[in-house]
């Protein structure tokens, strides 16, 4: 077992040292709930949550391209994969049931997100449907979820991480209904993280990211030279495994020093071709 978390609270720092060692703890793996680990950020999370031996839980609403990842998860780990939408009430009850079923979450990724459109309105037009269902799965179901799988984390000492981004912080043209949702859930994490004392709530900024979402986000253009959503998951490996006061991070100042300039690279090259935001 790692020793080197600090022995603040004997329950929490064995917790951190088990997963460290690869998720062995209180005799049966750590299980992580992940929204949207169908592709991108929440597969990449996912795949490497599982080789570390946590067992998962995941959703995503296409079912098949869920099934393939369960299919290739479920090789390493334990993986409940339940289709279905993140805004709708009786699936994340679901996804609350089967991580009680496994043992109790010690770990929520809040993942999922809505850009809100593509080509993303300005606000003078944004659609208040299309609005409503930004707030509604980026700030509402994340805190559904949340409060769901409260009982289970607070038991296990475990984390909560919200999947922030750099518009919530910096008002870029076209951004204002993501952009405003994002700011909403950081805002919510450091509240939830002042009233939790049991559980770290963490928003993470991942950076740029070549992935559908982002490709959605700037339809037509090359995000060939971003990188890789894998290549930050190291920084959210370390978030865990430190076991990080509950705040806002950015999962680049996480990396090793290696990686964060492979990352940095890749950003400036994309700065370069004129997509600055994600
Ligand atoms: N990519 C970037 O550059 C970037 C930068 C900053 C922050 N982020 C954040 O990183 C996170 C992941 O983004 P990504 O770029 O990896 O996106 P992505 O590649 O488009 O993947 C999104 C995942 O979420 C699922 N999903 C979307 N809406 C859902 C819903 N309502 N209910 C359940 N699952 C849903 C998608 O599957 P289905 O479509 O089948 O549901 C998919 O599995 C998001 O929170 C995003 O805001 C991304």
């Known amino acids: 077992m790692n020793t080197t978390t ?3 609270d004997t329950k929490q720092a064995e917790t951190a040292a088990g997963r460290a060692a690869g998720g062995a703890w209180g005799g049966s793996n750590p299980v992580a709930v992940i929204s949207g680990a169908s592709q991108g950020l929440g597969l990449a999370l996912a795949r490497g949550l599982a080789e570390r031996g946590w067992s998962l839980v995941i959703d995503a609403r296409t079912a098949d391209r869920l099934a393939a990842v369960r299919a290739e998860l479920a090789e390493l780990t334990t993986v409940v994969a ?3 939408d993140v805004t709708d009430d009786a699936h994340r009850a679901d996804l609350a049931e089967a991580a ?5 979450a010690s770990l929520l990724v ?4 809505s850009l809100g459109g593509s080509p993303m309105p300005t606000l003078a037009a944004f659609p208040l449907e299309a609005l409503a269902e930004t707030f509604a799965v980026n700030v509402v179901a994340p805190l559904a979820l949340t409060q769901l799988l409260l009982p289970q984390l607070r038991q296990h000492g475990g984390e909560v991480v919200n ?6 912080v910096e008002p870029y043209e076209g951004w204002g209904g993501y952009g405003a949702s994002k700011a909403a859930l950081d805002h919510a994490s450091a509240i939830l993280g002042l009233e939790e004392s049991q559980v770290r709530v963490w928003a993470v900024d991942p950076g740029d990211l070549r992935t559908q979402m982002h490709q959605d986000a700037f339809p037509g253009e090359d995000i060939s030279d971003l990188p890789l959503p ?11 495994d430190e076991r990080r ?3 806002r991070y950015q999962a680049s100042d996480l990396l090793p020093r290696g990686r964060v300039a492979e990352v940095a690279e890749a950003s400036e090259a994309s700065e370069a071709s004129g997509l600055e935001v994600a």
Do not use: C, H, M, Y
């Open 163 to 168: 999947i922030s981004s750099d518009a919530a």
């Open 230 to 240: 894998e290549t930050v998951v190291p920084g959210f490996l370390r978030l865990i």
């Open 6 to 8: 600090k022995q603040t």
């Open 82 to 84: 339940l289709p279905g």
């Open 245 to 247: 006061p509950s705040g």
């Open 110 to 113: 809040n993942n999922a997100s």
């Open 100 to 104: 009680s079923e496994l043992g109790g």
